[in-house]
């Protein structure tokens, strides 16, 4: 999706509770287990992060929440309770009385589903002018083991939070302009979460953990890790070159300084994501999910919150920033450090 460079990511916010977990806390090593630590919040639920992280973002931005036209909250787990929606909590604890409140349950890649959706409402309803996108994911027990529960990744906690305006011709944005955003899914890969399991009447109804390492283990049985890396190539690739294409940057462009990866472990980001990024762009590799682990639909946003927090990009420098999520899905966005005028270097 190419948005004309008229979508403003105004704020960009990360919130993770104060507690990490090591790798020696579970009898782990960093390179055993592929994270230093992951974010554990204790007695935080999701939505409530979501509220926070979207608070500091509104404040960041010097809006109000009535202000919002649209709410999109994204999240890969249970968010406290059941038949009940949180983005209309989300909305209600900001004071967002005019937002459309909609929910995307996407799994891991939810955040950048949300941020696809959002900028799509941005660009088509001229009504529509301030957007935001939430995400927020609590990978706590009993239900969920957060270190063992998955392969190739374990999961921390938090919340993110994106601010988004349609900006006019001449306008200057401040924060970063998003370029494109790309989507590819593998629906055939569906399965790797579903194994040979059959439909139940509720949510964990054969009760204990969710058990992702036990339906990957029986599809692989079956299909081969081979099938899913194939797969898994194919559509990064597909995904990554479209998200270029849209934005009008080639892979070897100078302004293309950075591609953000999502928070995998890192021997499956280094056999399979920096291999290929590596051949497709010249951009420097940046993983900084080492100290927080996997945070469920909100790798993508966060990526984005990141590079804003740390001021990694010069003007007219520009990132990708991808995320993903069973299903499979891939998302890839390309955002860009606006070239600030005369008149604001001189400020």
């Not at 194919?234 to 995904?239: D, I, P």
């Amino acid at each position: 999706m190419m948005t004309d460079a008229r979508i403003t990511i105004a704020a960009a916010e990360l919130w993770l509770p104060d507690r990490r977990e090591s790798a020696a806390d579970v009898g782990s090593t960093p390179d055993k287990a592929g994270y230093d630590s992951v974010a554990v919040s204790d007695d935080i639920a999701p939505p409530d992060m979501a509220v926070h992280a979207a608070t500091a973002a509104l404040g960041r931005a010097g809006w109000d929440g009535d202000e919002l036209d649209l709410l999109l909250h994204a999240w890969a787990y249970h968010q406290g309770h059941d038949y009940w929606s949180a983005p209309h909590y989300v909305a209600d604890r900001l004071g967002a009385d005019r937002a459309l409140p909609i929910g995307i349950q996407q799994i891991c890649n939810g955040g950048g589903a949300a941020l696809q959706t959002a900028a799509a409402y941005l660009s088509a309803d001229p009504g529509m002018n301030r957007a935001l996108v939430t995400t927020a994911d609590r990978f706590c027990a009993p239900g969920f083991d957060r270190w063992r529960g998955d392969l190739g990744v374990s999961y921390g906690d938090g919340a993110t939070a994106l601010l988004l305006r349609r900006t006019d011709a001449g306008d200057q944005p401040q924060g970063l302009r998003l370029l494109a955003i790309a989507s590819q899914a593998a629906s055939r890969l569906e399965k790797m979460n579903r194994g040979q399991d059959p439909f139940t009447p509720a949510a964990r109804f054969d009760g204990g953990q969710v058990d992702v390492r036990r339906t990957k283990k029986s599809y692989l049985r079956e299909h081969g890790v081979t099938a899913f890396r194939e797969a898994e190539r194919e559509s990064l690739r597909s995904v990554v070159t479209a998200a270029l294409a849209e934005a009008a940057t080639a892979g070897d462009d100078s302004a293309l300084r950075w591609c953000v990866v999502p928070r995998l472990r890192k021997d499956a980001l280094e056999s399979s994501y920096v291999p290929l990024l590596s051949e497709l762009t010249t951009a420097k590799i940046l993983d900084v999910g080492r100290a927080t682990g996997h945070l469920g639909a909100g790798d993508l946003p966060a990526g984005i919150a990141e590079l804003m927090a740390g001021d990694l990009l010069e003007s007219g420098e520009r990132a990708l920033v991808l995320g993903t999520g069973s299903g499979f899905t891939w998302s890839c966005a390309v955002v860009e450090k606006p070239v600030a005028t005369a008149a604001q270097e001189r400020r």
